[in-house]
């Protein structure tokens, strides 16, 4: 009984016909006797070990004959045929023609076999491969971005056509297509390959009714592992659950940095930035101004609502007021508020208390250039002549005087006040201007024009809003009802209006009309308007009924 041992290294192309061996010649086929050589390896003590027989062609013979087309320039591989013979009794004579014919017939059996389990292979390959670029083609790829592509993440060639195609369809579903598909899946291939992609795609479709703005979708994929994706929903789900409108949350991712506010950011770490900030406004805050939810809690947050909460005093409810006003306050470093708080200090000669209060009425006060507002401002007050104390209560009576643009807004006003008599650095002229911070320039110069077209002179107008200041920001056309009412319903006379301008001040229709027809009844005309609208409502309600009572 022997074993037999092959070992095929490599295998020309052989043929048998009639008995014989053919190898393939240089210039054609011709039969000739097989060059084969034999190695005996024996040991020369021990009848235990094996013998062993090397049989070797030619490695120079090609795999094909010359009559296949010579510009495949293929050549054959070499044979190597290793036979060893195990036997159990010395006296047994190796004999390899009895066995040798055989070997061979199996041997190209076999590999016939392999070969065409080879070529199939080959066809299926070039079929993907075809398939491959004709989908990469119509995604706007050209062939040296395909194979530059496939050689970045080769894992694409393990994925079925089917399964890409529908990654791009699915892509395509939430809004990414075109050239910005084209450029995603150049910068980040992995797009059409990573699992996590398939879920995230199907909760932004059909939970947010794919209504996230692809630019962002594509963003987060091109700037995080698919690997954090996992977690998406629940962080949203969070979100929504603490109290963010599901019509709102859309607009919330939107406007964050996804990768930051939510795949980067442990599920737990975002229920903690909830927790600190239900103290000061909650959620309200983030639908407001989403991309909090970018800060770092121990390095952005919680230390920007710190330093306020130290200059309110400990008021954390005064605090959440100004982050409700503005929550766009957090986004500002803490050395940039210390740097505005410190001029305000020195500067204008304000303490903790006061500029916590301007901060109040006017958290915009941050977003002011020290040097080209804050300080040209303070120290024009500090030219009309007022004190650290006038500073502090003009800026929380008239704090847009802080942010509004000097050429396009204050110059223009500053010009009307001196065309109508105010002298320029008085701490009337700076009286003056505060009380028009809060109206346009095109409505100031319409309730100019109004006045002087009933016949009021610059000195006039000036008298009134000494008197008045506020008559120089009212809407012209309630302006002109009222005049219209006091000259030809109540019968008075415009001169009236400079004894008595902040008549124009009260509401037509629910004061001044209400009130003229109910005296009118019982005292008849000739009523002063200052006593008819000065008077508080309880007061001129009870008057009312004593009257009534009276002339009963």
Known sequence: MSRILLVVDDMPALMTKQGEIFSSGRNGVSPRPPAFFLHSQRSPSSASVPRSATFSSPKSSPLLASSEPSGIGLRAPSLHVQ??????????????????????????????????YLIGLLVKSLDFSVALDVLFQELGLNERETESLLTRDPDLRLKSIRSLRARVASLKSVGISGLELCHLVVKCPSVLAAGEIDPFILFVRDQLDGKVDPMQLKRLFMSTEPRFLAGFEEKVNLLIDSGIPREKIVHVLDNVNLTKALSLKPFEEIERLLNFLSCYGGVDLIVRHPPILNFDMDTQLIPRVEFLLELSGGDEDATGAVLRKLPTFLKYRVEHLESHVEFLRSFAGLDDQEIFRIILVFPSIVSASKERKLRPRISFLKECGLNSNEIFKFLTKAPLFLGLSFEGNIAYKLGFLVKIGYKYRTKEFAAAIGSVTRTSCENMQKVIELFLSYGFSCEDMLLMSRKHPQILQYNPDSLEEKVEYLVGEMGRDLDELLDFPAFLGYKLDSRIKHRYEVKKKIIGEGMSINKLLNVSSERFAKKKVEKLVHKA
């Open 83 to 116: 036979c060893r013979r195990v036997i159990s009794s010395p006296n047994v004579e190796f004999k390899p023609g009895e066995w040798l014919s055989e070997t061979i017939h199996q041997t190209v059996d076999i590999l016939e076999r392999n070969l065409k």
